[in-house]
């Protein structure tokens, strides 16, 4: 709606997760450093957790784009899954025909197993990418292990990647999942932007959407800061808002003020209090 006003080609402040908005902070390089070497090492399994909002769809859709084509993947977003189903699912992202017949577990195991043979055999990797893992039930948890069973004498045939909340963890610790959490090698939680980052990120995803003449503040840096804590998700709703209310006032200039308007439009984020200058 704004996009015009601000000389932008698109809206740089969307929610959804497009990784060549990707601001890789310190911490989110260091994340992706960690998923590249677990998939490349063949570790078989790497978890990689954080808030919500924190860039982790974001950073795995990174991940895939930069993958090359020794690697395949299927990338599952619906964690609400059956065992079963989980099987047809990565079966089908890897894109190995449907069953016909009776469903099993089995028949579906023996075809992924007989794909990843090949695949190793052709010299490739193969990564299953499960998002939102913290929903997992323990049986399906149980069958992501026995996937992880499929491996040559040297080498795992596929790498799995568990992203989720910091409640994936806990559910990981659990005595019934001590099998499949001592086969996880790799981890990473991925926290909050830095203070110093929050300009860098906003600065970042204008210049992607073709710069325009939108001017965020000093001050409205650290305003953002205040109310966002950090967290990707909360600095583009708050800046989304901003815009349009600058849009609305036609000003390019984004100040405290203005900025905590928007966030008072928002709901507040809980807010304690802003910064006072403009």
Known sequence: MYEAFFGLQENPFTLSPDPKYLYLSDRHREALNYLVYGIQERKGFVVV???IGAGKTTLCRALLSSLN?????????NSFL??????????????LPPETGERSR?????????????????GKNAVLLIDESQNLSHGVLEQIRMISN???????LIQ???IGQPELQDVLAMPALRQLNERITVRYHLGPLERADVGRYIEHRLAVAGRGRA??????????YRYSQGVPRRINAICDRALLIAYTKEKVRIGAALVRRAVRDLGGYGETGGVSRK
């Open 160 to 162: 799995i990647v568990l």
């Open 106 to 122: 089995k028949r579906l195991l023996d075809a992924l197993n007989a794909y990843l043979l090949a695949n190793y055999g052709e």
């Open 82 to 95: 059956s065992e079963i189903e989980l099987l047809e699912t990565i079966n089908q992202e890897f894109g």
């Open 150 to 156: 499929l491996e040559t004498v040297r080498e795992k």
């Open 49 to 51: 957790t954080g808030d």
């Open 215 to 224: 001017a965020f503040t000093s001050w409205s840096y650290r305003t953002i």
């Open 69 to 77: 084509g020794s690697v395949e993947t299927a990338l599952i977003f």
